[in-house]
């Protein structure tokens, strides 16, 4: 059973660039949400899709936006990049948009802006 | 408001028990996760609780009580790789978002 896969692992940017993170959620999940986690701190909620929308956003600008396709896979969009995004972003799956649902979390993709 | 404090860090010897713990203040309670966190790689799912009471899973139990604010985390027989952060979460009261602590960093020594 595969569980929540993210891509690219590792990626490199530059301030302004743009840049789309995927994420396959655990089988039989159907809610995605995404996690911005800066080091040393915990995760940040960015935003929550379920049946194909956003349902729950964190405190993020718009620059952040997100998709979630017919299959449950996501992805995750940051526009006009800044040095602060560097980050190792998050994907979380669980089987149903509930508070107290178990969330299983992919490896992560590490992006540095310089 | 939501808000979740942990101790930054914690050191414990190999084969020790140490205790982490969480406080939490939030306006409704859907439970409390704690997850462990090894250095760049992405949180594993340690525990769940909902209910007051310490729960036991093997050499990690959590405990909780709703009407203090707090859980901790106890560790038993520790080995050198349970050296890892550990995060606890709680769900915001009506929406589906974790609110996470910054998590506690274990340091094992030998």
């Known amino acids: 059973d595969a569980g929540v896969t993210q891509s690219p692992t590792h990626l490199i940017k530059t301030r302004g660039q743009q840049v789309t993170l995927r994420c396959s959620p655990k089988?039989?999940?159907?809610?995605v949400s995404w996690y911005q986690q800066a080091l040393g701190q915990g995760p940040q909620f960015i935003f929550q899709?379920?049946?194909?929308?956003?349902?729950q956003r964190g405190n993020f600008p718009d620059r952040f936006s997100g998709h979630q396709f017919p299959n449950y896979s996501s992805e995750l969009n940051v526009n006009a990049l800044l040095l602060g995004d560097s980050a190792l972003y998050l994907c979380?799956?669980?089987?149903?948009?509930?508070?107290?649902?178990?969330?299983?979390f992919g490896p992560g993709t590490r992006l540095t802006v310089l | 408001g939501q808000n979740i404090d942990q101790p930054t860090e914690m050191t414990a010897t190999e084969g020790a028990i140490v205790q982490i713990n969480c406080t939490y203040q939030?306006?409704?309670?859907?439970?409390l996760f704690w997850y462990q966190q090894h250095a760049g790689e992405a949180p594993t799912f340690l525990s769940y609780?909902?209910l007051d009471g310490l729960e036991e899973k093997g050499r990690f139990s959590s405990f909780l009580s709703r009407s203090k604010g707090y859980s901790y985390l106890l560790l038993k027989e520790l080995q050198m790789k349970d050296s890892a952060s550990y995060l606890c979460?709680?769900?915001?009261?009506?929406?589906?978002?974790?609110?996470w602590g910054a998590g506690t960093k274990l340091i094992i020594k030998p």
């Open positions: 979380a799956s669980s089987s149903l948009a509930r508070a107290g649902d178990t969330q299983y």
């Open positions: 089988s039989g999940h159907d809610t």
């Open positions: 899709y379920y049946e194909e929308e956003e349902r």
């Open positions: 939030t306006s409704g309670f859907n439970g």
């Open positions: 609780n909902v």
């Open positions: 979460a709680v769900p915001m009261d009506s929406n589906y978002q974790l609110i």
